[in-house]
């Protein structure tokens, strides 16, 4: 069969098909869509409805759209390095600390809700896991949080800035925290933080999972 955008969005209805390439646009230069975020729930359920029309028009580019049931978020994965997010040590130490945080709250919750850690709670973790008795310069904290809040894996407490000098200050982990860090095992968290603890790895990068 030739191709054709006619066939390849037969199963979408045609006054909604001019919203397609909004959406794609949206998935490739969002690193997340979430269904309880009230700025991304129709474009959530839009997806949901068409999931196999937004598969194979991604699948074409490269690139595979990802769901998480339990979470209901979507997120595109470039099935090559070109197009990957690249996070400084920094970083990456701070997505590790962020993920290590929300496995140990989400054993002590029975609801499927998202866990909430405080800053004080955030920076010892960081010291922990790099073994430094000092602690990040707070200007490096706050551009460090609100990087990751820009990505979605954390938000404030009823909207509220981030406040890095307030340790009882509280932060939302959103359940993206699992999906932007490949780990499914104790044992594999452990080799994460063994790489970090003992400085296998100096480089001032690493590749993310987007």
Known sequence: MPFSTDSLLADIPEKSRRDVPRVVNRLLGQTFIYQDVEADKDDYYFIYRHRSVFENLLQLAGFSLLHDDYHRIFQVVSEYGYTRARYKLDESLMILVL????????????????????????????????????????????????????????????????????????????????????????????????????????????????
């Open 99 to 210: 993920r290590k945080l929300y496995e140990e709250k989400v054993e002590h919750l029975s609801l499927a809700s998202d866990p909430v850690v405080t800053i004080g709670e955030v920076r010892e973790e960081y010291r922990t896991i790099t073994g430094k008795e000092r602690d990040l310069p707070m200007g490096l904290y706050e551009t460090l949080l609100r990087r990751l809040r820009t990505l979605g894996l954390i938000d404030t407490i009823d909207g509220r800035n981030i406040d890095v000098k307030d340790a009882d200050s509280r932060l939302r982990l959103r359940g993206s925290v699992r999906l932007i860090l490949p780990i499914q095992t104790a044992d594999e968290m452990e080799a994460w933080l063994r790489k970090y603890r003992t400085g296998v790895d100096e480089s001032p990068e690493e590749e993310g999972n987007a």
